[in-house]
């Protein structure tokens, strides 16, 4: 049987370009929730330089399998294998790892339990939040491997409104969610779709020169952007 690709759904992207659609927010807006005692911090390694992430406290599960595989040096070697400018990056197929030129990628990792999903109001796709692929499962389980990276862009009043509608009256966004999409930017339309459990804190100038990297039909960059992770404690 065919896998199925990890993927964030392109195909939202396309159907939201004119008429976005989010969910629910996240960042400073909310109110992180704990791991326990110490932050969690993971240094992702590229040649385009360094990225660091912060996982959030609220998303256990998520943030504690994230640490586990890249403390066993499990994403040492991969590749961001798709990558969507004014979209996202995304890495973490164990297949990736010495894949040869043109093949495609994005299925690796499927053998894996998937992760319940951890949807927060508070945790939205703001430009750096760091979020777990998934395939089309009912639950919206995530991969157990696969992640990605959000670029975006930004976005005004109006279409957050027609966002806010497509989800109801009950539906808002707080002023502090709205001051995001619309000055750092991001994909509000993923939102509650797929699990945030993290974010950039240090390096979104990375981001942005992987994002604007050449791509082959499939999304796969021409030339491999290999990672390699470490785990830090932060005071």
């Known amino acids: 049987m065919k896998k199925a690709k990890l993927i964030v759904n392109l195909m939202i992207l396309i159907a939201m370009t004119t008429v976005t659609s989010a969910q629910t927010p996240q960042q400073n807006g909310g109110k992180p929730a704990a791991i326990s005692g110490k932050d969690r911090i993971v240094m992702i390694t590229t040649d385009f330089g360094n990225i660091k992430v912060k996982l959030y406290k609220e998303t256990p599960k998520h943030s504690e399998n994230f640490i586990k595989l890249a403390s066993q040096g499990f994403y040492n070697g991969t590749l961001f294998h798709r990558v969507i400018q004014q979209f996202m990056i995304q890495g973490g197929d164990p297949t990736s790892k010495g894949a040869a030129p043109g093949v495609a990628l994005g299925s690796g990792g499927g053998e894996m339990a998937r992760i319940p999903a951890e949807f927060n109001t508070n945790l939205i796709h703001k430009k750096g939040a760091l979020a777990a692929a998934r395939d089309g499962n ?16 930004v976005y005004n009043d109006a279409e957050l409104n027609g966002m806010e509608s497509r989800h109801g009256a009950a539906f808002k966004y707080t002023a502090e969610q709205r001051k995001i999409y619309t000055t750092v930017g991001g994909v509000p339309f993923l939102d509650t779709d797929y699990t945030v459990f993290g974010e950039v804190i240090e390096g979104l100038d990375v981001l942005d020169k992987i994002a604007a990297v050449k ?17 830090i404690d932060a005071q």
């Open 138 to 153: 009912p639950e919206k389980a995530s991969s157990a491997c696969q992640f990605y990276i959000v670029q975006g862009k």
């Open 215 to 231: 791509t082959a039909p499939g999304d796969r960059p021409v030339s491999d952007v290999k990672m390699t992770m470490k785990v």
